[in-house]
């Protein structure tokens, strides 16, 4: 999720023991709790915002594909 600055703030956790989205501080995975005990192993981890690198219509050719 983007601010309306366009910086990242939020981000799915790669955890399959999480859900939703979690808070970014400093670029990196914010401290949250998952569905089991425990800190998740991913807290602390920096994300690379790569979003520019995607062309835009990448999504909607894939699906394309898929349906053709």
Do not use: Q
């Not at 601010?3 to 670029?27: A, D, H, M, W, Y």
């Not at 401290?31 to 690379?48: A, K, L, M, N």
């Amino acid at each position: 999720m983007h601010s309306p600055s366009g910086e990242l703030i939020k981000v799915r956790c790669p955890s399959i023991f999480c859900t939703g989205l979690v808070e970014l501080i400093n670029g990196r995975i914010a401290p949250h709790d998952g569905t089991v005990p425990g800190h998740c192993p991913w807290i602390g981890t920096r994300v690379v915002d790569d979003t520019t690198d995607i062309d835009p219509d990448y999504f909607a050719k894939m699906r394309a594909k898929r349906e053709a």
